[in-house]
């Protein structure tokens, strides 16, 4: 082959290989643009690049997936929708919230993220009466559907005032029924408490500073309501603790109780060597003094005590 046909083939070979290279280049540039282009979120653009975000999608999509759901409707007693109204999930034991949600416009919710359990379902709705019912999930992944009526709720409406009787502001009023949540009272002392049924209550009130004052039986509807607070009480006396016990507990505990009372009011663990048992911030009333120490006996003693009272109470001894 002679030195021009060298020559020549030379120059085709090169004028070739730029032209693959050229090629190989403009493709990769057009692919990276398109790439960009169509990422569908701001994290696959990230230094990371857009394979970690799609895994990263893929792995929040499984976890959704691995838990359940509680969906449904709240409606009237009529079958009319809800709106607005709040769903809280707990587990069946335990005060713990699990999830929430507000209903929708035609009534629908949906609380997810559940793991299989039982639980407990309490809705409030403004005009009606707050319900609790129980849901379960039995298998990964379940979507249980339930349909929650609500009946119309009712108000009790009233004031908190000192022993002088003027308006307390921030007290802490609630009520027997457990579902109702806790009202706070403005600068004017006044309460008001929704989503009550028809049935009586016993009515609570808690100030710093003052014993706890209460009414029994009032009818949800009530409007004028007044709980008038106490300067508080104390009950002390001698303790003689059992040699073998490693503490005793002393309770205050209501003589008479009325549905949807705690029976005790007050109650304190003392040491083995304690020689004087002390309980405050009592209300007036005619009490029982509760002791117990494991092994022996409990000890039962009735008492008085009258508003703001320092009461002498009677040796509590086990031996």
């Known amino acids: 082959m002679t030195g021009h046909r060298w020559l020549a083939v030379a120059l085709l070979v090169c004028t070739g290989v730029a032209a693959a290279l050229w090629w190989k280049g403009s493709t990769t540039g057009a692919a990276s643009r398109f790439v960009a282009r169509h990422s569908s979120s701001p994290r696959s653009r990230g230094s990371s690049g857009s394979d970690e975000s799609v895994a990263e999608t893929a792995a929040r999509s499984a976890v959704r997936a691995a838990h359940g759901a509680i969906t449904g409707r709240v409606v009237d007693a009529g079958g009319r929708p809800v709106p607005g109204a709040r769903l809280r999930v707990y587990a069946s034991e335990g005060a713990a919230e699990l999830g929430s949600a507000t209903t929708d416009t035609a009534g629908a919710f949906e609380i997810g993220g559940l793991a299989p359990g039982a639980f407990r379902v309490v809705v409030r709705s403004p005009e009606h009466r707050t319900v609790s019912l129980t ?185």
Do not use: W
């Open 135 to 319: 849901s379960a999930l039995h298998r990964q992944g379940e979507r249980r559907r339930i349909v929650v009526a609500l009946e119309p709720g009712r108000t009790l409406r009233g004031r908190v005032l000192s022993p002088e009787r003027t308006p307390v502001p921030g007290a802490r009023v609630g009520v027997s029924d457990g579902l109702v949540g806790i009202a706070t009272t403005d600068a004017a002392g006044e309460f008001e408490l929704r989503g009550l049924g028809k049935d009586p209550v016993n009515v609570y009130a808690v100030v710093p500073g003052y014993a706890p004052a209460r009414v029994q039986g009032r009818l949800p509807g009530t409007t004028r309501l007044e709980l008038v607070l106490e300067p508080p009480a104390r009950i002390e006396g001698t303790l003689v603790a059992p040699a073998d016990a490693e503490r005793v507990m002393v309770s205050v505990c209501r003589a008479f109780v009325s549905d949807g009372e705690a029976p005790c009011v007050a109650r304190r663990l003392f040491p083995a060597g304690a020689t004087r048992y002390e309980l405050e911030r009592l209300s007036s009333g005619d009490y029982e003094l509760l002791a117990e120490a494991e092994g022996h006996p409990e000890l039962r003693v009735p008492v008085r005590v009258g508003p703001g009272e320092r009461v002498v109470g009677p040796a509590l001894s086990f031996r």
